[in-house]
């Protein structure tokens, strides 16, 4: 069952500047940060909430680390902007298998290695009216790194 | 202060069926929709989770009535995805005179009324790495109307 908005997935050309804007206009701060080389991109967690489930919703800004990352193609497509929105579940298996016997599409056989140690999955923009959709299930939520 | 992932306005062709996806799919319900003819949308409020402000995080699906629309506009060029997103506040006019003073434009002179008679305002993307951005300060939080 999915019991939050996990994060919104904002895709921008320069991690850095990006991080500054959120800091200085809002006051919003970095969580944790991290490079995923299979995703590749650099990001940067931004915790805004915690949530009745136990856990939090972060915006995650996303710069590419490569141009033929998926993120870098979107980027070069569209511009800075929000790239996906998240939703936490504490199955991310189950729910993604169940997802699938619906009809929609499920972009990774078996969920991969996501920001803090979670477990991700995608599901088809196409299938979701525009929005590409990830499923997530945390490690340990809401417990920052520094 | 900004505390919490608000929601996230989607735009979509149509409503009624964009409404049954997020139900079939994901188990979401309606908390709550109505009809804002100064904005020219129809809109569904889908609540996803509660926060820790006192307040709760919504998908808003939102259905332009007319095309001139803001939110109709920017279907015709774009197509269903992620049209704004909304960070809560239980100040919307002094959070958004003072991100006005740091050189961020704020669309409106004054906020405006919002779903379920919150108040709101939105920033320029073009000063937000490409996010519309929305402030919104509520009536009553997390109170279903139905």
Same mark, same amino acid.
């Given at each position: ?11 921008? @050309? ?6 500054? @804007? ?5 006051? @919003? ?75 929609? #599409? ?5 969920? #991969? ?5 979670? #477990?991700?999955? @995608? ?24």
């Amino acid at each position: 069952m999915l019991t939050r908005i996990d994060h919104i997935g904002i895709a921008c @050309f320069d991690l850095d500047k990006t991080v500054e @804007f959120y800091r200085a206009t809002y006051g @919003f701060e970095v969580f944790h940060s991290e490079i995923n080389e299979e995703q590749g991109v650099r990001e940067a967690m931004l915790r805004i909430n915690g949530t009745d489930d136990g856990g939090a919703s972060y915006l995650q800004l996303l710069e590419p680390t490569r141009e033929d990352s998926a993120v870098g193609k979107w980027l070069a497509k569209n511009g800075e902007g929000v790239h996906h929105i998240a939703f936490g579940t504490a199955d991310v298996d189950g729910d993604s298998e169940a997802i699938r016997d619906k009809g929609v #599409r499920v972009l990774y056989d078996a969920p #991969r290695r996501g920001s803090m140690d979670s #477990r991700i999955t @995608f599901l088809h923009p196409k299938d979701c009216h525009g929005v590409l959709t990830e499923l997530v299930t945390s490690a340990a939520p809401d417990v920052a790194d520094h």
